[in-house]
């Protein structure tokens, strides 16, 4: 696969902007921009597979961070976005930014330790990178247990679905899953306790 690194890093290092945006910038402005950025992101995709002129100049200026398959497809940065908005509208801004930063250290951990030890658990999955990716979800659940009091239990519970969701062959990018699975699972992890 072309461009793995830059890829995992732009997804990583985008869906953790989101993240953070979440927390610190306010929600009449926040989520306005976020629903802004995923109508343009999915928009240009459409654009570019309904004008060949759209589609080379997005080919020439963002191959490299793209799979193969996404030169015909929406791409994972359309999904990331999406996935990210879902979530906040969904869950809130605590839980939408822990969701997405699951997102956006779980699926390159585990796309890169995937990429070294291959598949164990199916074709493409390992049991290695199913791992990794719990690993780092955990500690970003230990981040917002620790740094903004989310429950540790319900933070875990998000982590391990994360993991999940990410280990397994779903037909929905796990871009867009991710964030709105393990959002969802948290959330419903808070109520029980709560309650």
Not at 86 to 95: I, K, Q, S, T
Not at 120 to 141: E, I, M, N, P
Request: proline letters at 4%; a positive charge; hydrophobic letters at 55%.
């Amino acid at each position: 696969m072309r461009g793995e690194l830059p890829r995992r890093l732009f997804h990583g290092f985008g869906s953790l902007a989101i993240a953070i945006a979440g927390l610190v910038v306010p929600d009449h402005l926040f989520l306005p921009l976020l629903i802004a950025a995923a109508v343009a992101f999915v928009g240009l995709d459409t654009a570019r597979f309904f004008s060949r002129r759209v589609n080379r100049w997005f080919l020439r200026v963002f191959r490299v961070l793209m799979r193969d398959r996404e030169t015909s497809r929406i791409t994972g940065a359309s999904y990331v976005v999406l996935g990210a908005v879902l979530a906040f509208l969904l869950y809130g801004n605590v839980v939408g930014a822990m969701a997405v930063s699951f997102l956006a250290v779980g699926d390159p951990v585990s796309g890169a330790i995937g990429g070294k030890w291959g598949g164990l658990l199916t074709r493409k999955k390992s049991l290695a990178s199913s791992v990794g990716c719990l690993a780092v979800c955990l500690a970003v659940a230990a981040v917002f247990a620790c740094g903004l009091g989310f429950p540790i239990g319900a933070a875990g519970i998000g982590a391990f679905f994360a993991a999940v969701v990410e280990s397994l062959p779903l037909p929905v990018d796990d871009n867009l899953t991710i964030p709105v699975i393990s959002g969802g699972a948290a959330t419903l992890a808070q109520l029980l306790c709560a309650g």
